[in-house]
T-cell receptor, first 111, second 113 residues
């Protein structure tokens, strides 16, 4: 019940295209859903986060879509750039407690 | 602010050896945690602490010990290293409360032979 599933495992997108990464969870107590971006050799860094009281959050080219009834959320990267090439992790936590992470998606944006 | 710092960056151990991975943060965060990252498995919580003197186990605590004597430091000890502990270890910190940003250190890459 604590698991967070993430797909795809890897993703290749052309420059300017849209990258979409999907996550699903089981625990209905989760109330905070962040996305992390990790470059090789670096620690993960918070990219964008959402709470279940909204269905969408946008920050620049990055958008989270949230479907509470389906227990799914996704990250959309618009106008993908080679600099976006990284590994992306979705995560979930309940009431500020510990985080559960998805297995990650390796994104490659081709120039 | 230096944020979250970790030492060493890379370490090679032989099976059975012990070592301590260091983690420090200068943001006065109450909550600190250790994760291990393995290919295809995301980040898994090893141990965490909600304040000095308070620690608890995460998802994969076996073979690891922690202590929290100060707010700033949260070392992770490998008691008797095993090849299964070959991984990249990340320390993280954040303020307590719902939705606080979690900051990660740069990681320690550990190879156990």
């Amino acid at each position: 019940q604590q698991q967070v599933k993430q797909s795809p495992q890897s993703l290749i997108v052309q420059k300017g295209g849209i990258s979409i990464i999907n996550c699903a969870y089981e625990n209905t107590a989760f109330d905070y859903f962040p996305w992390y971006q990790q470059f090789p050799g670096k620690g993960p860094a918070l990219l964008i986060a959402i709470r279940p009281d909204v269905s969408e959050k946008k920050e620049g080219r990055f958008t989270i879509s949230f479907n509470k009834s389906a227990k799914q959320f996704s990250l959309h990267i618009m106008d993908s750039q080679p600099g976006d090439s990284a590994t992306y992790f979705c995560a979930a936590s309940d009431y500020g407690q510990n985080f559960v992470f998805g297995p990650g998606t390796r994104l490659s944006v081709l120039p | 602010n230096a944020g979250v710092t970790q030492t060493p960056k890379f370490q090679v151990l032989k099976t059975g050896q012990s070592m301590t991975l260091q983690c420090a943060q200068d943001m006065n965060h109450e909550y600190m945690s250790w994760y291990r990252q393995d290919p295809g498995m995301g980040l898994r919580l090893i141990h965490y602490s909600v304040g000095a003197g308070i620690t608890d186990q995460g998802e994969v605590p076996n073979g690891y010990n922690v202590s929290r004597s100060t707010t700033e430091d949260f070392p992770l000890r490998l008691l008797s290293a095993a090849p299964s502990q070959t991984s990249v270890y990340f320390c993280a910190s954040r303020s307590t409360g719902n939705g606080e940003t979690q900051y990660f250190g740069p990681g320690t890459r550990l190879l156990v032979l």
